[in-house]
């Protein structure tokens, strides 16, 4: 049984950081990556990471977040800085049913979906 739950999310002042946290069980070494939704929004591709590593970054966000995993803890994290209200929306982490990203960003390549977290950046 696939599992992903985000924590992390919250409010916090332009320029801040915040750290999103993401437990996955029933699978390991698959392609992960954070999704955001803001309100009235489409679901749009933040970062991916392969189970190897590569990582992928949509251009809004590149040079502020940063994706990484934990493997022997099956934890996924986006580390991000520098936030924006733009940043504002509910994130969420998902899985593919492959090891490889191949640089997706796509919502619909990916599988397994958590319940989100929010951020709100004022």
């Known amino acids: 049984h696939v599992q992903l739950v985000e924590s992390g999310g919250g409010s916090v002042q332009a320029g801040g950081s915040l750290r999103l946290s993401c437990q996955a069980s029933?699978?390991?070494?698959?392609?992960m990556g954070w999704f955001r939704q803001a309100l009235g929004k489409e679901r749009e591709g933040v970062a991916s990471?392969?189970?190897?590593?590569?990582?992928t970054y949509a251009d809004s966000v590149k040079g502020r977040f940063t994706i990484s995993r934990d493997n022997a803890k099956n934890t996924l994290y986006l580390q991000m800085t520098s936030l924006k209200p733009e940043d504002t929306a509910m994130y969420y982490c998902?899985?593919?049913?492959?090891?490889?990203?191949?640089?997706?960003?796509?919502?619909?390549?990916?599988?397994?979906w958590g319940q989100g977290t929010q951020v709100t950046v004022s």
């Open positions: 998902a899985a593919r049913s492959r090891s490889a990203c191949y640089g997706s960003l796509r919502v619909a390549q990916y599988t397994y």
């Open positions: 029933g699978f390991t070494s698959r392609c």
């Open positions: 990471i392969s189970s190897g590593g590569p990582t």
